[in-house]
């Protein structure tokens, strides 16, 4: 499990598809995560649209949204906590840990309606 395929797993569980299957596996580390998604054009924010989310106004996001997060490493990467009201699950070095919301400054808000 990682930053990338944690929000692909959880649309899935809302959806009840397997679509972030297709990705699993195809990387073990960073650089090859970063080749991967490069040779194939591949964003998790695209993935999330191509997969039945549409963007969000925060002030209306609701359990089960994807706030879009920045991460440090790679440099420029997006990341996704997913938002379950006053606290949030993110994957992190450690594992997925839920947080509080509030220590989430989201660059973006997809949700499914």
């Known amino acids: 499990m990682d930053c990338t395929l944690f929000p692909a797993y959880c ?4 959806r009840g598809t397997n679509s972030a ?4 596996g195809c990387w073990h580390d960073q ?13 998790l924010e695209d993935w999330l649209l191509d997969h039945g989310c549409e963007p969000i106004q925060a002030s209306y996001r609701q359990t089960g949204d994807f706030l879009m997060i920045p991460i440090d490493e790679p440099e420029g990467w997006i990341s996704a906590a997913v938002y ?8 992190l070095r450690e594992g997925v840990r839920v947080i509080p919301s509030r220590a989430i400054k989201p660059i973006a808000v997809l949700g499914l309606r």
């Open 11 to 14: 649309l899935d569980i809302l």
């Open 84 to 91: 379950l009201g006053r606290r949030s699950a993110v994957c």
């Open 21 to 24: 299957a297709e990705h699993a």
């Open 31 to 43: 650089l090859s995560a970063e080749s991967y998604s490069d040779q194939n054009q591949l964003t």
